[in-house]
C-alpha cells in the first residue's frame, strides 16, 4: 500500500505566482510524483500558448483573475490588463471604479460588494444603523481621497439626498459651507424638526449674503 504525504504548496513555474495542485498520478515523462505538486498550474506550462492562456497568466502576474468575458475582450485587444488598486484606508481591500455612478466601490467587510466610503466609515467607525447615509462633509465624493475617514458623516436620507444639495443649488454656494452650517447648527436643533433646521440655515445663509 502505498502512502501519499501532502507536502507544501508550489508556486507555477511560468512566474504567475499561482499555486499547483498535487499530482493525481506517477508520470516520468514530466517528472510528476503522486502527491507531489506540478511544476505548472493547468496550461501555463506548454510552449505554444494560446492567446487566452497568455492573458490569464499577465492577469495572474499582476494578482487579478479574469472572467471569461473579459478574456476574450483582452485576446481582441479591447481589454487592457491593469494591477488591481488598493484601498489606502482599508488594508487588502481592492477596488473598483463604477463609471456610471461615477463612484469607487469595493468588496465590503461582510464579503458582498459595497461603495468604499460606506467600507472606510464601518472600518473607521464601526457598524452604521439602518437608515443612514453616509455624507461626503467636501460636498465631493468622485475622487478616492474624497473618502478619507475625516471627510465623512453619517445623514438622514432626507438631508443628504434632499435638503443639502438643495440648499447649495439655491443659493449658489459650495456643498460643504451648507454642511458646515448644518454641523453648528445641528446642536442647539437638537430638538427640532428637521424642517426648523432647514430654514435656520436659510435665514444664516441669506444673512451671509447681505
Not at 507555477?12 to 495542485?21: E, K, V
Not at 506550462?45 to 487579478?64: D, E, F, N, P, Y
Not at 467587510?109 to 447615509?133: C, K
Amino acid at each position: 500500500m502505498t502512502v501519499v504525504t501532502a507536502t507544501a504548496p508550489r508556486l507555477c513555474a511560468c512566474g504567475c505566482g499561482h499555486p499547483t495542485l498535487p499530482a493525481q498520478r506517477t508520470d516520468r515523462r514530466y517528472g510528476n510524483v503522486r502527491g507531489q505538486p506540478l511544476k505548472y498550474w493547468a496550461d501555463h506550462g506548454i510552449r505554444i500558448k494560446t492567446a487566452a492562456t497568455c492573458a490569464k497568466i499577465s492577469a495572474a502576474k499582476l494578482g487579478r483573475k479574469l472572467s471569461p468575458a473579459h478574456i476574450q475582450l483582452a485576446v481582441e485587444g479591447r481589454f487592457k490588463i491593469r494591477p488591481p488598486k488598493f484601498s489606502p484606508y482599508i488594508p487588502n481591500t481592492t477596488l473598483h471604479w463604477n463609471k456610471k455612478m461615477q463612484r469607487w466601490f469595493c468588496r465590503g467587510l461582510n464579503g458582498r460588494g459595497m461603495l468604499h466610503a460606506r467600507a472606510v466609515y464601518e472600518y473607521t467607525y464601526g457598524p452604521i444603523s439602518a437608515g443612514l447615509h453616509v455624507h461626503h462633509r467636501d460636498g465631493n465624493c468622485s475622487r478616492l481621497e474624497d473618502d478619507r475617514p475625516e471627510n465623512l458623516m453619517l445623514l438622514t436620507p432626507i438631508w443628504n439626498s434632499r435638503f443639502l444639495p438643495t440648499l447649495a443649488t439655491g443659493f449658489g454656494v459650495a456643498e460643504n459651507v451648507v454642511t458646515r452650517l448644518y454641523c453648528e447648527l445641528l446642536e442647539p436643533f437638537a430638538d427640532r424638526s428637521d424642517q426648523e433646521l432647514f430654514a435656520a440655515i436659510c435665514a444664516e445663509l441669506l444673512k451671509r449674503r447681505s
